[in-house]
C-alpha cells in the first residue's frame, strides 16, 4: 500500500474547514467479544514482528499465523507454508490458506490478499519502539499497524471467527499473504504463478489498498474507494552528450540548453485524456461530492472525455490530473563537470505514471517525439510493470456498499485507480481481477504509512472486522447479514 485511501487523487478536500486535531474515540478496552480479543492479540504479535526486508523475519511470521489457523481448526493439508529465496538470498514466504466452502454456489474461489513484510522503521526515529503495538489516544502505532499488518490481522481474524461460528461458505475463500510486497512484489507473483493450484480465484480482493475517507474537521465518514486500477511506474533518463571545451569558448551547441528545451517541450505536452470504467465512475462520483468548477469539470469529463474544456481545469489540479491521463514529470537533474567547462552530458531524470493499457515503450516513444531533440537518448531506468484494469464487478460493489452501509449508512462507494503499485499488480497481470477493498476509514492527517509513527484509529481496527465478515456473508453465505 503507498497511502491506501490518498489516493492519487484522494486527498481531494472535500469539504473546506479548518482542520481540528482531535483524538480519536474508543479503546480497544471496549471490545470483548473472543474473536475481538483474538484479532488484537494477532495484530500485536505480529505488530512485533520486524518483518522489513534484509530483517528475515516473514518466514517466523508466516509459521506464527499458519499456526493459528490450524489451531482455529483448518486441516494442516489446507494451509501452506511457501518459502520463497529472494534474489539478494534472504528468506521470505508466502502463506495460502484455504476455506473449504460446500461449493453449493457453483462458483470459483475468492482470493484474499494482505502482505507480511513492512517498510522498516528505526527506532531512534520514532516517539515509541515502531515494533510493538502501543495503544495511546484512541490509536493503535506502530509500523504496519496499517500498511499492511491491519489487512493480515483481519483476514485472519476473519476466518477463525467464521471458522469459530460454524459458517461455511458456498464457495472456497483462499488467503493469500505476501512478503515482500514492499521491494520486488516476487512473492506475490510466485503466488499466483508458481502456486497457482492454490490460489486460483475468480476475482481477488486485497486488504491493502481501497479503504474509506474520513472528514479532517469532524472526522465523519466521507466516501469509501474501491481500488480497482493501478498506474504503472516507469522512469526514463534523458541524456544529452557533446564535445565540450573551454567554458571561454562557447559552441554553437550545448548539452545544458539543449536539454533545457527538450525539458520545456516535454513539459508543454499533455498525453492524451483516457477514462476507463473505473475513472469514469469516480469522475461521476467525485462530481457529485465536490463543488466548484474542478467537480463539474469532473462531471463533464466523465460524460465525454472529448470535453477539452474540462479536461484544461483538470489539468491544472495536481491533485486529478493523474485521474485522467499519463503524467511524466522532470524529477532530477544532473549535467556538467566543472564551472570553467562547457558540459559534455546532460541528463534529466522523468518519471510517468501510466495509465493502464499503455505501454511503457510507447511512453518513450512519445517522450522521444515531443522533446524532438537531435541526438537525445532516451533511457529506461529499471523495470515497469503495467497491469490491466480490473473491470468493475456488480457483486463486489454490491458486497463492499453493504459493508461500508452497515457501519456508515449513506455513504457512497466509488471506484479509483491508484498511481501506486501493490501486489494487486501481479495478481491482476496474472489473469486475476483484483479489488483494493480493505476495511479502514481514515483522515488524510493521519496518513504515515511508511512514515513515521504510523497510526490507525482503535475503533478501525475492529470495524474492519465487521466490514471483512459482512462482504465475505454477501459473497460467499447462504444468508445475508
Ligand atoms: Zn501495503
Redesign the pocket.
Known sequence: ?RHALCLTLACIALVAGPAVPAAAQGTSAGYTQPYQRKALDVYRTIVGMRTAAGQGKVPAMAAYLADQFRQGGFPAGDVHVLPLTLPDGEATAGLVVRYRGDGSSGKRPILLLA?MDVVDARREDWTRDPFTLVEEGGYFFGRGSA??KFGVASLTATFLRLKAEGFVPTRDLVIAFSGD?ETAMLSARSLVTTHRALTDAEFALND?GGGGMLDEATGKPVAYFIQAAEKTYATFELTLTNPGGHSSTPRADNAIYALAGALTRLEAYRFPVQVNDTTRGFLRAMARLKTGPVGEAMGRLADNPADAAAADVLWRDPEVVGITRTTCVATMLRAGHAENALPQSATATVNCRIFPGVAPSDVKATIERVTDTKGLVVTQIGEAFPSPASPLRDDVTAAVTAAVQARYPGVPVIPYMAAYA?DGREVRSAGIPTFGVMGLFMKDSDQFAHGLNERVPVEQFFGALEHWKTMLSHLAGRTRP
Open positions: 500500500m502482505h500498511d499492511d510486497e491493502d501493490t
